[in-house]
């Protein structure tokens, strides 16, 4: 999928009127009439889907928020043949387009927690959506009466005309202005939903997240998304997962993690600690020794993975704390700690290459 700020050679912040510019301009030197090399005509696709897209300030937002898989054309909206006609005047033949179409696909984000992401939940969302008029029953006629042929463009949906353009004399042919290029006309139109057989209105559909979902997780609800125009059937509804920041566990894929303080005193005799992790608080063993820096796996505490359901490790990562702000007594006892290993002051034990910070950072460079 190629970027379409890309495509358009504009920046992520370009104007409207920047936008549209910079399409003219390309389009210009790629139109078809211009150049139908097949390769050429493919980029002359590339950027017209780009400017339908980031030339409607919904589907640009949509766009910029990442819903960039879906389809132009949105609710009420155009699509390629229409900005095709806005700037040439038309292109090819293409008859009268059909009233029912099928409906667009939509997206809605779902923020969970890192619980709700490890053991699944259900969700009541609220959509506002594009569904089928009552009124009509998506038929866009207040008198249910059948839309009768128009009498401009006599059927054909398109009006053909010359044109001096910068390339000489076209023939071109657009969208008969009569019809919107139906090729028919409804009479009565429904009040309520102008004729387009659907209306926007709010649903609140129930969602089910399975266990082991991570951002960008989409959940396709088929059918549930925008209905079509002209009582077409509707597109699908995409629910993105976005998960929430836990206050201290850190998701890494399957596995989870977690820092804990210990004091100088715990980590040399050694220590049971209750770590507070998403199935409540487990035991932990801090073993007697145990430098800053050590990590203590523990199995199957980690995130469900989806599908398998099976739970990576928690890793609980240690931080040996130094005591500061000794009392006079602690400060002795310290210093006949010391002595009773035999340290000096000023001791420094300068560490070896193969062990320590520089092995670590050599392995972590391949060398
Ligand atoms: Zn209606
Ligand atoms: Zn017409």
Redesign the pocket.
């Known amino acids: 999928m190629s970027d379409h700020y890309q495509s358009l050679g504009v920046a992520r912040g370009a104007s409207a009127d920047e936008i549209k510019k910079a399409y003219r301009k390309i389009a210009r030197e790629l139109h078809p009439d211009v150049n139908p090399d097949p390769a050429v005509q493919d980029k002359f696709k590339e950027v017209t889907a780009a400017y339908e897209v980031l030339s409607d300030p919904q589907k640009r937002q949509s766009y910029d928020m990442g819903g960039s898989g879906f389809g132009g054309g949105g609710f009420g909206g155009g699509g390629f043949s229409d900005i095709m006609d806005a700037f040439f005047g038309g292109g090819q033949n293409r008859g009268p387009r059909p009233r029912m179409r099928q409906g667009q696909d939509a997206l809605i984000r779902v923020e969970v927690d890192l619980n709700e992401a490890c053991f699944g939940t259900e969700r009541d969302i609220s959509v506002e959506n594009a569904v089928a008029?009552t009124?009509?029953k998506g038929q866009?006629s207040a008198d249910s009466s059948a839309p009768s042929m128009c009498q401009v463009c006599k059927g054909r949906g398109e009006t053909q005309q010359v044109q001096r353009s910068f390339l000489g004399q076209v023939m071109t042919s657009r969208p008969c202005g009569s019809c919107q290029g139906y090729g028919s006309v409804i009479q009565n139109p429904?009040r309520?939903?102008a004729g387009d057989?659907r209306v926007r209105a709010r649903q609140n559909i129930s969602v089910k997240i399975p266990a082991g979902v991570e951002t960008g997780n989409r959940i396709q609800l088929a059918g549930r998304g925008e209905v079509g125009s002209g009582g077409g059937p509707a597109g699908d509804l995409y629910v993105e997962i976005v998960e929430s920041q836990h206050p201290y566990l850190i998701r890494d894929s399957h596995n989870l993690h977690v820092a804990i303080e210990v004091s100088f005193a715990a980590a040399s005799l050694g220590t049971k600690v209750m770590v507070e992790c998403l199935d409540g608080p487990i035991e932990v063993e801090v073993r007697a020794g145990t430098q800053s820096g050590a990590t203590i796996p523990v199995r199957g505490k980690g995130m469900t993975r989806l599908r398998a359901g099976t739970r990576g490790d928690l890793i609980v990562h240690i931080e040996v704390q130094t005591p500061h702000k000794l009392s006079r007594d602690q400060e002795e006892m310290l210093r006949k700690f010391a002595e009773a290993r035999g340290e000096k002051p000023g001791d420094v034990k300068i560490k070896g290459l193969e062990q320590g910070f520089f092995s670590k950072f050599r392995d972590a460079f391949g060398r």
Do not use: P, S
């Open positions: 008029c009124k009509c866009g429904c309520e939903c057989g």
